[in-house]
């Protein structure tokens, strides 16, 4: 058997208006993408391909699902016309549905199973034609089949139909509170209603209530309250004194100090009330609070020990760097590059010059342990232009400068980024969270210890760059 | 580019085999095809291994001329790295696509009679 | 590793050019894990090197000058870069998108690019127009754990 999986560009625009950065499909349902419980419900069907059927874009569901290797079922995808019938598109993907029997999974809808059915000898058994429905969409059985057809009464399936946020929010706080989940959950299931995933630090102060199912690389600080019935994904950050229950927190989430996420669902800078379908975009990007109100006599306080560190860094690697510099030149190991970057130091764009070294020789190796690469970033320090410690200054192309200034402003741009100070994976998603849960918490005597930690770090890495 | 020209079910398919990048697309909007103007046409893609946007903007062309002219293009068996093309640019939107050659012409036939 | 392809500025070289592209991605990702990289990867540099190429020989205006172009590759830790250099006249790299409702027949290369790779950069020096490409090869969105 083969499944068909039909979904229109008009039935799923609702969701896109709650999550405009995730493809409709790939809006997690307890931290998996709605796109694998349809792939693991044909999988349990029996199907040995599955085909995605959309009239909108499918870029990101393939970048995601790709050819299926990782299910073990072959994936492709095809387009339609949002105007063509069920019958145009089967004529449309005749190859595919051609020889064999064809699942039809028609409409952005959920499907409820439970993993412990056998619904390879259920379908097998069944007539062609439609198995259920619901208002917007189906599930269909097509072709030829040779052994004896018997209907069942009570088909252990049911449809829903994804319409409005709340079903949504419903639904995942259903999957989660059931005992013995029947679908596969993202795999790092340890303890009944607690799922948590890899590299994540809870602090010993903060109480988790179960149910709760957490993803990967996720922060939990002191006194905060997770759960009970709390939905986060990966790479968030949940921020002292909050709390987030009866809540969905999406991936890449800043929820800021003493904030209170309840009955609600919270994706970057956005709020949504499920009940109401009411979403508010927060000022503050991630949620993030606490970051503007530092004072001015902190930041000078902090210009100041940063320069004094800098001067320091400067007149300790100034006899290495002119030795080793001029050498490396002539070697043609030492790269400059020119970009233009921008940073919250001074609010403005600056063109800076960075330096990579070839790890290739025993001087090259010393130069990049000693961070001489960053030497002449260092003078920019005492001028005020970057900080000693933050994050790495992003790169400027015109078409992007707007996307910048407004997700990028609370990042200092800096000589050495916290992401290198705790060995982060180098994954631009991670290191930016990390990045902005530093800048909320930094402080100037906490840089100066993380600078060394740079630093000491640099010495073993073993890439010239971030 | 090798193009070939052939009739299923009285549609002119035109199979492309080969690379449809800007050397190539001139080629093809030159191409002129055996079969009435009026008629609806199938590119077969099934043998193109790799098309760049100037390849898109080639079929592009010869579909507006073809509509102008009351027929049409209806594409079939395109590989996934040509599908992405269409996908990134959305130009899939103005294409009916089919995955099978027979499938096309027999619906570019159904549509022509009703026309 | 650093690879550098010099090719006449001609349109019958164009898929010499994506195709020396596709190669190098290729041996760039078989140094890395594969199983982790992106799955387009490869594609994405066939594709926007055919795009660069073909622009440069586009607006090359005295083809009789023997014009070349150069193609060089570069890598740094999980990314790889290409650069498209050539000796046309400076232009603007910061044109808008085409307008995708009126599907236009061209004008789709730069927008390709932006939307294949992770960043697009573009440099005038000393006579050279050089449009500079990088991609991660690895995804950044990962659900599995």
Known sequence: MKTLIIIREQDYEWLHHFFPDIHPLLVPICNKPFAEFLIDFSILAGSEALRFVMDGPLSDVERYCDNGNRWGIPVSYASIQSTDDLQTVIEKNQRFCSAERVLIINGFIFIHYDKQHNYKTLLASLPDGEILSCDSGSLSLRGSRSETQKVLENIPLSLIRLDVIDVYYRLCMEILNAASSPYVLPGYSNEAYCHIGRNVVISKRAEIRKPVIIGNNVQILADSIIGPNAVIDSNVIIDRESAVIDSIVLANTYIGEHLEVQNKIASGNILIEPESGISIAMDDPHLLTGINTSGSSKSLFQSIVHGLAALLLILLQLIPFLILWPILTLQGKWKKSTNSYYTAVSEKYLILTTTAIERTGPLSTLAAALSLDRFTLLFRVLIGQLAIIGSWPHVVTPSKITEHSSTESCCRAAVFSYAETEEWPVNIGDTAIVERYYAAHGNPMKDIALTLKALFNRIHETNTHP | ?115 | MITVITLPAEIRFVRLASLAALQVAEIFIDSLNPSQSDPGFCDAFELSVSEAFTNSVRYAEHPEQDKTITISFSSENNKLTVSVSDTNSPFNPDTPSPDLSSYPENGYGLFLIRQLMDSLSYKREEGTNRISMTKQAYCSQNYNP
């Open chain 2, 1 to 115: 580019m090798i193009i070939s020209e052939n009739t299923f079910n009285n549609i002119t398919v035109i199979a492309l085999q080969g690379t449809l990048d800007a050397r190539n697309a001139p080629q093809l909007k030159q191409f002129n095809s055996a079969g009435a103007a009026a008629n609806s046409i199938v590119i077969n893609l099934s043998e193109v291994d790799f098309l760049d946007s100037s390849g898109l903007g080639a079929i592009v062309s010869i579909t507006r001329l073809k509509r102008s002219q009351g027929g049409d293009v209806i594409l079939a068996c395109m590989n996934d790295k040509v599908r992405n093309v269409f996908e990134i640019t959305h130009v899939y939107k103005l294409f009916d696509i089919y995955d099978d050659v027979e499938a096309a012409t027999l619906n570019a036939e159904k549509k022509q009679t009703s026309l």
